[in-house]
């Protein structure tokens, strides 16, 4: 029985999911779809060790190409990710000071303060 068969093809359905085009409406399902192949694929990956058929070793040559497109990928997503997320904080401080411009401002400009309430 071939072993990395099955991993293949988890990898396969991995590459089809990310050639989708990925926008920020379909990207959780996608990350979650993703999630779920690799916990699938990663009990597959603990079975197989040497030695090798030869079906194995062509199969395990076919994966390697495939798998770095994953990686590059999921890297692109993932950067995607993190760059809307520091958009999104940067628009938050944004809002935030544009309702309340005085939040940080401490002047002294020779006025007393008393500090006691």
């Known amino acids: ?9 988890i990898t396969e359905k991995m590459e089809q999911i990310l050639r989708e085009n990925i926008s920020s409406n379909n990207r959780q ?8 192949l690799l916990i699938q694929r990663e009990k597959y ?15 395990g040559k ?11 990928k999921m890297n692109l997503l993932f950067t995607e990710l993190k760059i809307e997320m520091k958009q999104m904080k940067k628009q938050k401080n ?4 544009y309702t309340n411009p005085y939040e940080n ?3 002294v400009d ?5 500090k006691r309430k």
């Open 1 to 9: 029985m071939n072993r990395v068969q099955p991993v293949f093809e």
């Open 29 to 36: 399902r996608i990350v979650e779809e993703i999630d779920a």
């Open 45 to 59: 990956m603990e079975n197989i060790s040497e030695p090798y058929t030869n079906e194995e070793l062509e199969l």
């Open 62 to 72: 076919k994966l390697l190409p495939i798998n770095q497109y994953i990686q590059q």
């Open 94 to 97: 944004s809002n935030r000071k």
């Open 105 to 107: 401002v401490q002047t």
């Open 110 to 114: 020779g006025m007393f303060m008393d």
